[in-house]
C-alpha cells in the first residue's frame, strides 16, 4: 500500500521481474480508476485506467486489478524493464468530480 | 500535437514577489486544472476550469487566482508569494471528468 508522509515507498525488483505496485483508495464510492507513472523532472503519463464495473483490465505488459470489497487497487507490470524506474501513483474519482491522487511508489529496477 | 506545455520550467521568487505560470493545451479539451506537487504527498487541485468561462476552487486555493484565458490556456498566478508555495506545479486538461488527465512538463517554483 501506500502511505502519506516524505518518504516514498519503494519497491526494488530485478530486471525481467514482475513488478506489483498497490494503492488503497479511499473512497467507497469511487468508480474510475487511473494508473500513472511520473519519471523523474516529468508531468505524470497516464498509463491505464479501470472502471468499477471491471475488475481486471491489461495493456501491454501492464494489468490493473481492482478489489472493490476492501478498496484496493494493483498494478502488475510483466517483466519490468529499466525504463519502467519512476514513480506510480492511482488516481480515483467518484461520479464525475475531481481526482483525488495517491502519492505514489518509487519502482527501482535492479540490473 | 504539443499536448500540454508549460512556461517557465523553473522560477525562484523572492517573499512577496508575484508571478504567473502559463499553460496551454492544443487537444481541443474542455477542462484544465492546476495542480501542486509537494514531497511525499499526491497531487492537490488547487484550481480547476471545467469549460471556457468558468473557474472553481480545489482543495488547495489559498494564495492562488487563476484565469481561463481562452479554451486553450489556463494561467496561474501568484500575488504575493510564500515560502509555503515552494513546489512543483502541473497543469493538466482532459474532455472532461472522469476522463484521463493529460499533464505539462511542470513548473519548479522555489520561494525564498
Known amino acids: 500500500g501506500e502511505s502519506v508522509g516524505l518518504h516514498l515507498p519503494t519497491l526494488s525488483v530485478q530486471e525481467g521481474d514482475n513488478s506489483i505496485i498497490n494503492c488503497a483508495y479511499s473512497n467507497s464510492a469511487s468508480d474510475y480508476f487511473i494508473w500513472y507513472k511520473q519519471e523523474s523532472g516529468k508531468g505524470p503519463q497516464f498509463i491505464i485506467d479501470?472502471?468499477?464495473?471491471?475488475d481486471k483490465r491489461q495493456g501491454q505488459r501492464v494489468t490493473v486489478l481492482l478489489n472493490k470489497t476492501v478498496k484496493h487497487l494493483s498494478l502488475q507490470i510483466a517483466a519490468t524493464q529499466p525504463g519502467d524506474s519512476a514513480v506510480y501513483f492511482c488516481a480515483e474519482n467518484s461520479e464525475g468530480q475531481n481526482f483525488v491522487f495517491g502519492p505514489g511508489t518509487r519502482l527501482s529496477v535492479l540490473p | 500535437n504539443a499536448g500540454v506545455t508549460q512556461t517557465p520550467k523553473f522560477q525562484v521568487l523572492k517573499t512577496g514577489q508575484s508571478m504567473t505560470l502559463q499553460c496551454a493545451q492544443d487537444m481541443n479539451h474542455n477542462s484544465m486544472y492546476w495542480y501542486r506537487q509537494d514531497p511525499g504527498m499526491g497531487l492537490r487541485l488547487i484550481y480547476y476550469s471545467a469549460s471556457e468561462g468558468t473557474t472553481d476552487k480545489g482543495e488547495v486555493p489559498n494564495g492562488y487566482n487563476v484565469s481561463r484565458l481562452n479554451k486553450r490556456e489556463f494561467s496561474l498566478r501568484l500575488e504575493s508569494a510564500a515560502p509555503s508555495q515552494t513546489s512543483v506545479y502541473f497543469c493538466a486538461s482532459n474532455r472532461g471528468s472522469p476522463y484521463e488527465q493529460y499533464f505539462g512538463p511542470g513548473t519548479r517554483l522555489t520561494v525564498t
Open positions: 479501470i472502471r468499477s464495473n471491471m
